[in-house]
């Protein structure tokens, strides 16, 4: 529905049952495998997309700092994965290791080695901080 019906084609259709974390949205807030839903439940339902962290073409932070820390590489996984980080962040602004390890679990990546987006996820926690500590 979202990639061929509505022209999102930011959440990605692999595993199609739940494993990979590339499809992931938010619906109503809550992060979920986009190809768990089925799309008559998620009417008048607030479904945020990669694609809406972007609207005028200007990176989010989350999405800046994967390209600034090498974490995309052939991409497939970034949609999936930028959208788990983002989730992560508001739920936890200060997350530890185990918390940013956690939170990008479920979503498979074969390029990176994770490396480089828990690196991605450090930059913006930092990047944050810097702009929360220039604001004060
Ligand atoms: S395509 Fe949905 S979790 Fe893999
Ligand atoms: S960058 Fe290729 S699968 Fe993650």
Same mark, same amino acid.
């Given at each position: ?6 022209? +999102? ?6 595993? &199609? &049952?739940?494993?990979?974390? @590339?499809? @992931?949205? /938010?619906? #109503? ?9 089925? @799309? $008559?439940?998620?009417?008048?339902? #607030?479904?945020? /997309?990669?694609e809406? +962290? $972007? ?5 989010? #932070? ?24 983002? #989730? !992560? +962040?508001?739920?936890?602004p200060?997350?530890?290791? +185990?918390?940013?390890? &956690? $939170?990008?679990?479920?979503? !498979? ?14 930059? /913006?926690?930092?990047?944050r ?8």
């Amino acid at each position: 529905m979202l990639r061929e019906r509505l022209g +999102l084609p930011g959440a990605k259709n692999a595993c &199609e &049952e739940g494993e990979c974390g @590339s499809c @992931s949205v /938010t619906v #109503d807030g809550t992060l979920v495998c986009s190809c768990l839903v089925l @799309s $008559a439940t998620a009417v008048g339902r #607030d479904i945020v /997309t990669v694609e809406a +962290l $972007a609207p005028d073409g200007i990176l989010s #932070d989350v999405q800046q700092a994967f390209v600034d820390a090498g974490a995309v590489q052939c991409g497939f996984c970034t949609p999936g994965l930028v959208m788990a980080a983002r #989730d !992560l +962040l508001a739920r936890s602004p200060q997350p530890d290791e +185990l918390e940013i390890r &956690e $939170a990008i679990s479920g979503n !498979l990546c074969r390029c990176t080695g994770y490396g480089r987006v828990m690196e991605a996820i450090r930059v /913006t926690i930092g990047r944050r901080g810097a702009q929360a500590a220039g604001a004060s």
